[in-house]
């Protein structure tokens, strides 16, 4: 069986990106994120400042590695389920995650 490729004007841009491209996108909407969850996240401001990292320490993806990262447990517990989440996110494994897209 021939396999044939869509057309390309009929893609998202996104579909028919580089891998720099990609790689640009991720890290431009991950320092939205990590830069949101320090604004607007106390827990999240507390595990960065203990970790010595701030969102401006985001240069590139592999950067990541020196952020701390957050389990659903502790997100799901009463007292601390109101610093995870704010205005406007869903519920997600991970309160991070669960930010939304920046547009």
Excluded at 28 to 42: C, F, G, N, T
Excluded at 66 to 87: D, E, I, N
């Amino acid at each position: 069986m021939k396999h044939t490729a869509p057309p390309r004007d009929v893609l998202d841009p996104i579909e028919i990106a580089s891998r720099d491209e990609i790689s640009a996108l991720q890290l431009e909407r991950m320092k939205w994120s990590l830069r949101h969850a320090y604004q607007h996240s106390p827990l999240y401001q507390a595990a960065f400042d203990a970790a010595s990292v701030h969102p401006h320490d985001l240069a590139d993806l592999p950067d990541l590695a020196r952020f701390p990262f957050t389990l659903v447990g502790p997100c799901r517990a009463p007292k601390v389920k109101a610093f995870c989440a704010g205005p406007g996110w869903r519920e997600a494994g991970s309160a991070l995650a669960a930010m939304p897209s920046p547009t």
